[in-house]
Nanobody, 121 residues
């Protein structure tokens, strides 16, 4: 059983910064990826950034150079540092855990409750 708890959202002016955190509780597989997705009203849900157990990161083109995903030494918390924020970054941000056990079919997905990020002047 895994539970994800997100925090760090809020209101920020364009050009400002926010740092989101996602704390994972429970037993996590050796092979996993954690990431952030966002969903704005009227828009498709978008994968923002992911990081694997090996440290490989991927970013959406829209956030490259501005956002950084990282995890702590205990590998139980993932962060999303968001700099140079734009109004179009406004969305609910969701934390995701995707883990794999013995085979490519033995996989599990978990989602956090979401945290609101609003970028406006």
């Amino acid at each position: 059983q895994v539970r994800l708890v997100e925090s760090g959202g809020g209101l920020v002016q364009p050009g400002g910064s926010l740092r989101l955190s996602c704390a994972a509780s429970g037993s996590i597989a050796r092979n996993y990826a954690m990431g952030w997705y966002r969903h704005a009203p009227g828009m498709q849900r978008e994968k923002v950034a992911t990081i694997t157990n090996g440290g490989t990161t991927n970013y959406a083109d829209s956030v490259k150079g501005r956002f950084t995903i990282s995890r702590d030494g205990a590998k139980n918390t993932v962060y999303l540092q968001m700099n140079s924020l734009k109004p179009e970054d406004t969305a609910v941000y969701y934390c995701n855990l995707h883990e794999t056990y013995d085979s490519e079919y033995d996989v599990y997905d978990y989602w956090g409750q979401g945290t609101q990020v609003t970028v406006a002047s």
